[in-house]
Every structure is written in structure tokens, then in C-alpha cells.
């Protein structure tokens, strides 16, 4: 009974090696799942050790669009190798990310378009990073139709409610407590309970009041307490709706 934590790189350089401190830490404060979301193969094998040694994680792997200049058709094998172990709920973060590098347009849409023909080959729900590429992003999702969440949503009410109809779920991280929040708390107040998540995105994006010390999947408790202020909703009832948008949607997960 508890909160989960659906976008957490807990394998990452920076936290894998406070792994038994994170899980001990999650516990403490009422986290029941986190979902370890990995970025490269390493990253992908520690993940799969970590949740053959607690029951509290599962995986998801993908080819960030960030590092889309350096995966090889190797890549790709590994990636449908990794997906197949049963701890692998997911596949992601895909997407598209103009904000950083906007000259590799068409090599970021091939590598997110690959990647959710994959996932619903494996019939599994992708995890998309979107990031100052809302039109693209949506005119890939409307093409390729699949289901997954939007990580870390920070767009319109408007987009929201086209990826809703879609079917995508939205998660909501720690900006939603920030007291310079734009549009998020609008589209939390907006979004049916039964297609929300929160997540951390850890070991970044922290929320009040510890913003700008490293975040963990403890933290994820303050951004679902936000959720319950903004929706007026007993946390109970929140709590229990989102064990149940995640047992529908990573059908694998043994939560
Ligand atoms: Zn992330």
C-alpha cells in the first residue's frame, strides 16, 4: 500500500551506488514501486540485478533521444535482448528533445519511430520525453499508434488533453512543486485520475523544498501530496486509482 514512483534513474553514475540506501529510504516513506528507467545497456543490466534483489523496482529501457548519434544497429539487438527479461515493463525514455541539439530532427524521429514499432511488437507501453518538439512528437504519436506515458509533463492543457484523447497517460515531477510552476498545476487540476502517475525523473528535477539537492525516489512523495492539494482528492483514493492506472498499464509488473 503506497505511492509509486513511475520515472527514476536510480542506475544512473550518480545514484547506483546508494542503491540500499535509496530502497531503505523509498520504504520509509510509504513508496511501494519505482520504476527504474535506463538509458544504456549498463545502466539497463544493473537495473535488472537490482529488481532480482528487490521487489520494489521494475525496468524500462530505451535510447534516449539525446544520444542518438552514437546507437548502432548493435544497439538495437541489445535493446530487444534486455526487453525480453521479465523485469522490463516498459520501453524507454523515447522521444524527441529539440531543446539541447536541433540539427539531428529526422535522426530523432527514426530512432523514436523504431523504438515504439519495437514496443508494440513486444507489446509493451513506451515512456516519451518530449521536450520543445510538442508538434512532432504528437504528429509521430498520432502515426504510430501505441500507449505509454508522457514523462515529466510540462506542456499546454491544451496538448494534455490531445495526448489523453490518444490515450497517454501524464506524470507529473517535481516542477509541479515549484512556486514558479507554469502551466503544470492547471493541466494536474484538469487530468482524470485514472490516467495520472508521479514520478521523480531522480536524480534530477527535485522538489520543494529540497530543490537543488540530489533527488531520490523518496522525494516522490511531495509531488503526489501536491497532486492531492491541487485535486482536492483524499490521498487514499489517489493512491489506490494509481496503483491501478499502473497495474493496467505494465501489465508485466508484478506489482
Ligand atoms: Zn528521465
Known amino acids: 500500500m ?3 514512483d513511475t520515472h527514476s534513474h ?9 542503491i540500499d540506501e535509496i530502497v531503505a529510504n523509498a520504504k520509509a516513506h510509504n513508496i511501494e514501486k519505482i520504476l527504474i ?3 544504456s545497456e549498463s545502466e ?3 537495473a535488472i540485478q537490482a529488481a532480482e534483489k528487490y521487489d520494489i523496482f521494475d525496468c524500462a529501457f530505451g535510447y534516449h533521444p539525446e544520444n542518438v548519434d552514437e546507437i548502432n544497429e548493435h544497439d538495437f539487438e541489445v535493446l530487444e535482448e534486455i526487453l525480453a527479461d521479465p523485469h522490463m515493463v516498459a520501453l524507454g525514455e523515447i522521444g524527441l528533445d529539440y531543446y539541447w541539439v ?9 530512432l523514436f519511430i523504431r523504438q515504439i514499432q519495437l514496443a508494440n511488437q513486444l507489446q509493451l507501453p513506451i515512456l ?3 521536450r520543445d518538439a510538442t508538434q512532432d512528437t504528437i504528429e509521430i504519436l498520432k502515426q504510430n499508434p501505441c500507449i505509454g506515458i508522457m514523462h515529466c509533463y510540462s506542456g499546454s492543457a491544451e496538448t494534455s488533453k490531445i495526448l489523453l484523447k490518444m490515450g497517454f497517460y501524464l506524470s507529473f515531477a517535481g516542477p509541479l512543486t515549484f512556486k514558479n510552476a507554469k502551466d503544470a498545476p492547471e493541466v494536474c487540476r484538469q487530468a482524470p485520475i485514472d490516467r495520472i502517475f508521479v514520478e521523480t525523473d531522480a536524480p534530477y528535477l527535485t522538489p520543494h523544498p529540497f530543490r537543488g539537492k540530489e533527488n531520490e525516489p523518496a522525494y516522490v512523495h511531495l509531488t503526489f501530496e501536491k497532486v492531492c492539494e491541487i485535486k482536492e482528492i483524499d490521498s487514499q483514493i489517489l493512491m489506490d486509482q494509481m496503483k491501478e492506472n499502473y497495474r493496467r498499464l505494465f501489465t508485466k509488473s508484478n506489482l
Open 128 to 130: 516519451v520525453h518530449m
Open 102 to 110: 536541433s540539427d539531428n530532427k529526422e535522426k530523432q524521429k527514426e
Open 10 to 18: 536510480v542506475t544512473c553514475e550518480r545514484l547506483v551506488g546508494r
Open 2 to 4: 503506497g505511492i509509486i
Open 37 to 39: 528507467v535506463c538509458c
Open 44 to 46: 539497463a543490466r544493473l
